[in-house]
């Protein structure tokens, strides 16, 4: 991605109304768009933000060489001042991300665009895709790794994953997620995600027999030896060969086994077989790894059936986030300036679940200073500061009469600025920082709200001063 | 793509597997390795090959520079041989490949590779990325396009799809299964899929006015103007509203508009509504869009209950096949040469299912001569013909004893030769003759395979001689 241009990557329409603002005068208007999710894919308690450090790349880069510029006068639909616009077009708004690794939940702006309104508007395609993407796998990949309960869980799903991008920024997200290592080649080399990989059942049958094909495996690799045992039958061949295997070509080069993997048949039933097995053989410290159609579903059934499975691989359902492909968050206008004044939008439907958020706003997240626990999140206007040393009043911004009134906290800002007028301000963070802070951060979480099945809604509020803004909008529109 | 050297986007292990082969001295083995799959998504009654031209290009372009062979010996695990070997790499191999738009069924070969076991294992997670990625969308937005049932259907999903990529290649998948254009700009420009968009909810919202808003865009685009009008309220504002900008900004400059777009809601009930309002105030021909989560069952459904929406605008349940977001594709070693004669290969497996069709291996299709509809597709060893003039006799590979006789057929071969020794000797076609060939072939099917709920069950059947070969096999892993 550092090398190609996605700025064409953008749904026509944000051309569209580019050339329109322009046509209309309107393109020094400043506007204010908030990214915000709706729903936590699975009905799980919370998500991972990740993509942050591609979107910074894609903001740095957005600009419209000649053929794209050809090709749009080619639509017969633009006026020659747009094109002009564009040859100039260089990216000068202010941009707020909550940090990748961060825990966010529904209704909360997890990006925040301020700008001239062509240029805001004009980034909405590829801030959505960005984050949505990265953020829908690290999500999926940390219930994976949580139902393994401790166990190290491997991305396996490249052949399976939708496109090119999805395998190599998957394995990244992945990673975030807490998985261990991915077997994606590329992403190792590009972001550092440990790789791992040994064999297919192809090595076995370009052999004369199983024995033959696992004894030049460990021949060829005898220090980190994981051979697959299931080509022709687990327990009355694979394994067996690859005990014997082990004995007869690593033990005497001074080496021990590192693992066999498992990749069809009863997981839990083969595992345990299996396991036996090699501690009768002695080898006791040889791990298992288990593949084939894995989730966070199965591994947590097979876990509690007693399988003994050290490392599980998981492909397509990790990759593609299978039982939930989709994270939806949307980009909305919250607030315009006019006169040096903030104005803020807000968007009606018939659905009230659609109503937006308006105006300029930040994102607070309050921790409990003994424990060290998340409480909520508040949205306020942005001007306001939160004091720690008072006590805060938490209500809900749909059933306003529950109320609670909170000390003995500290507060955190999730929205950090990384553009200033255009310019990058933020690093990104190494992305072993990002894992571990994802780790820590998902720490803070009761595990009510880590729960798989029906966990406790963590509270997104609104301040007092945001709450009647909106209140006093919805009453404007009715 | 056509910059970027994938090379390195590869599980690892075969990249261990193909050191291993260098070590081993099975290098110049000849193998033969098939990509098939196992089930259509959505229980579907067929499939929809596509990704061939991504493909090529892949292998095109396969090479190893010097930055990837330094992270490689970085990993300390490869001779020094194996670096070499890779610096002069250069793809070698035959491949066979269905054509693009082709429908494709369950377990017959839809790539075969054939040609040094190091290069044919290597090749593996990229010809399945591809074809698995973009056989899924084409065969979903197929599903979608036949449930809107003559009525325009539009990719709309960029911002929900899994990477970059997911978008890019997505689209024009999506195209190929008979989408009538995409949203996805750089997709038109690469690809020429017809790319159309007009406004957000944030345009509407930028104006003092719903009103403004849409006289405004009416002022910009008279030719082709299609306003967006659920932002406040569909049938009290949004729809009088625009018939208002019709009637103040297009009819006085000669224009007519072009349509409306509804993305909320219930489209059944309101698309019938505005139907009624538009007709009444004499825009008969303006046309009505409709987007929301939209999917084959639901753009069924609303059909029956007599929706009025001619152009339906479809986003992330294309975009990442979101009923079911995976193409199980593998690839499989199906034979090896060995002292110039092929020995096929077969994988045993605990599950049926998963047992491969073993050698070197044809597929044709069956054509009814006097209705012109496939009958029956039939694997058989590669150097069989099969004689148009003669009767045959189909058998179910697994029932043997059903069998059936044809006569008045006739076949054609459906795996194309793409590389010869390496070389690219096929010329991919044009994407709008590959879309205008799929819609071709796809009315080859009988309707019964085409249904949503339980489709027939195309056959799938195996030449005497091949199923022989296969017995043989089994046998003699008993």
């Known amino acids: 991605m550092e090398n190609i241009n996605l700025t064409m990557l953008t749904d026509f329409y944000e051309v569209t109304m580019a050339n329109g603002y322009l046509q209309e005068g309107l393109q020094n208007k400043v506007a204010y768009f908030d990214m915000f999710f709706r729903k936590v894919p699975d009905d799980g308690g919370f998500a991972i933000m990740a993509g942050v450090e591609q979107l910074i790349l894609y903001l740095k880069n957005i600009s419209f060489n000649e053929e794209d510029i050809e090709y749009l006068r080619s639509k017969n639909m633009f006026c020659e001042e747009f094109m002009e616009y564009l040859k100039s077009f260089r990216f000068s708004c202010d941009v707020w991300a909550v940090p990748e690794g961060t825990p966010i939940f529904p209704n909360e702006p997890v990006i925040t665009v301020r700008g001239p309104v062509i240029e805001a508007q004009f980034v909405e395609t590829m801030v959505l895709l960005t984050i949505n993407h990265q953020s829908l796998i690290a999500t999926k990949a940390n219930r994976i790794v949580r139902a393994a309960d401790g166990r190290a869980v491997m991305e396996f799903g490249s ?24 077997a994606c080649t590329i992403s190792d080399k590009k972001f550092g995600v440990p790789v791992m990989g040994t064999m297919a059942h192809s090595w076995v049958q370009m052999f004369q027999s199983e024995l033959e094909a696992f004894k030049a ?17 687990v327990l009355k061949s694979g394994v067996p060969n690859a005990i014997r295997a082990f004995r007869e070509e690593l033990l005497p080069r001074g080496f021990r086994p590192k693992g066999i993997r498992i990749d069809s048949g009863d997981i839990a039933y083969l595992s345990k077989e299996a396991r036996r097995m090699l501690d009768e053989a002695g080898f006791e410290d040889c791990r298992i790894v288990a593949s084939n159609a894995l989730d966070e579903f199965i591994i947590r059934d097979i876990l509690i059936q007693g399988a003994k499975v050290d ?14 492909p989709v994270f939806g968050g949307v980009y909305k206008l919250a607030a315009v300036e006019e006169n040096g004044e903030v104005t803020p939008k807000i968007k009606l439907s018939e659905n009230v679940g659609k109503i937006t958020n308006p105006g300029f706003k930040a994102v607070w997240r309050f921790f409990d200073k003994v424990t060290g626990k998340a409480i909520a999140d508040v949205l306020t206007r942005n001007e306001e500061i939160i004091d720690e040393n008072k006590p805060y009043e938490l209500f809900d911004p749909e059933y306003t009469w529950k109320r609670k009134t909170i000390t003995g906290f500290r ?68």
């Open 159 to 182: 052949r399976r994953a939708q496109g090119y991008d999805g395998a190599i920024y998957g394995a990244r997200a992945a990673y975030i997620g807490g998985c261990v290592g991915t």
């Open 217 to 233: 495996y460990a021949r060829t690799y005898p220090d980190g030896c994981t051979l697959l045992v299931d080509t022709y039958n």
């Open 311 to 324: 490392i599980f691989g998981v492909g397509e359902r990790l990759i593609t986030s299978k039982s939930e």
């Open 411 to 478: 507060v955190q800002r999730l929205l950090m600025q990384i553009f200033d007028k255009g310019c990058c301000v933020y690093e990104s963070p190494d992305l072993n920082y990002i894992r571990e802070y994802c780790r820590e951060q998902i720490d803070t979480l009761w595990d009510e709200v880590k729960r798989f099945e029906n966990p406790h809604n963590y509270y997104v509020d609104m301040s007092k001063p945001l709450w009647d803004m909106k209140a006093g909008l919805l009453q404007e529109y009715k």
